[in-house]
């Protein structure tokens, strides 16, 4: 694994090899048997809302499940899709966002944390200051909010945002005058 850190944890970079891809697949692994033993102990001792689980057929298509898990391959689907979202930006309860981040999760998985230290509310101050598009320094949700930009970080050499092409101006305050952001 390699990690090509930025000043910005936002752009930080996580480059992985097979030995990584094989801890992913580990930690896949792992969490699907979880799933299926604690299912089955739930279902079986009724745990759930209706009776317990007695038919057989029932049991035997959850036991089943653990063939299709233990075949998985670094090469799999489930693999590879999981490993996809390292390439993605935090989002989530790391950034004030109400959703479990998938970028986390990868992160976890491999073992690395490149938002270490850094709380939600100091991520979310960052990525509205500083936004996570390294080339335009736009946010990823940049659009025209009432006729201006809601990036936040518009105020480039040309003054105007390159997303959403927004002209903006600074006060003599340093504040953006056309900006949703202050």
Avoid at 60 to 69: F, H, L, N, T, Y
Avoid at 85 to 93: A, F
Avoid at 137 to 151: A, D, E, H, L
Wanted: hydrophobic share 25%.
């Amino acid at each position: 694994m390699k990690i090509n850190w930025h000043p910005n944890p936002f752009y930080t970079k996580v480059e992985i090899d097979d030995r990584d891809r094989e801890r992913v697949l580990l930690y896949l692994q792992n969490e699907e048997y979880v799933e299926i033993l604690c299912g089955l102990d739930n279902a079986l001792n009724g745990k759930y809302r209706g009776p317990a689980l007695t038919d057989l057929e029932e049991i035997k298509k959850e036991v089943g499940k653990w063939g299709d898990i233990c075949n998985m391959t670094i090469n799999s689907e489930e693999v590879t899709t999981f490993l996809s979202y390292i390439d993605t930006v935090h989002l989530g309860d790391c950034t004030c966002v109400p959703c479990s981040c998938i970028r986390c999760q990868v992160e976890e998985a491999l073992g690395v944390d490149t938002i270490k230290g850094l709380g939600k509310h100091s991520a979310r101050k960052i990525e509205g200051a500083f936004g996570r598009d390294e080339v335009s320094g736009c946010s990823i949700n940049c659009s025209k909010v009432g006729g201006r930009c809601c990036c936040k970080v518009c105020v480039s050499s040309s003054n105007s945002c390159s997303r959403c092409s927004i002209k903006s101006s600074l006060t003599s305050y340093g504040k953006r005058s056309n900006c949703g952001g202050s």
